[in-house]
Nanobody, 126 residues
Framework: QVQLVESGGGLVQPGGSLRLSCAAS????????IGWFRQAPGKEREGVSC????????YYADSVKGRFTISRDNAKNTVYLQMNSLKPEDTAVYYC???????????????????WGQGTQVTVSS
């Protein structure tokens, strides 16, 4: 059973940075898709950035391109989301999710991912 544990959320001022971490365990294969999703109050959950474990191919939502960077450390089974130039509209609960179908990183759509972490709150406010 895949388990995902997020950390690194918090309160940051606009223009600031945060790094989220997702520690993963339980994968039975080295080939999977893993990514970050977020849900703001009153809004649907959306894909932020996803990565394919095998080769590091990535997807970014248009709203975060150039500001967020996803990376993985396969030796530590950890995925990171470096968030720079944060805006108030980035405020949301951020979730880590994974699925054994590695090509899903291209879609990075919540409905396709089967394993989820508990989420971590990110608040961007002055």
């Amino acid at each position: 059973q895949v388990q995902l544990v997020e950390s690194g959320g918090g309160l940051v001022q606009p223009g600031g940075s945060l790094r989220l971490s997702c520690a993963a365990s339980g994968f039975t294969s080295d080939y999977y898709a893993i990514g970050w999703f977020r849900q703001a109050p009153g809004k649907e959950r959306e894909g932020v950035s996803c990565i394919r474990s095998s080769d590091g191919s990535t997807y970014y939502a248009d709203s975060v391109k150039g500001r967020f960077t996803i990376s993985r450390d396969n030796a530590k089974n950890t995925v990171y989301l470096q968030m720079n130039s944060l805006k108030p509209e980035d405020t949301a609960v951020y979730y880590c999710a994974a699925d054994r179908h590695s090509l899903l990183y291209r879609l990075c759509a919540p409905k396709h991912f089967g394993s989820w972490g508990q989420g971590t709150q990110v608040t961007v406010s002055s």
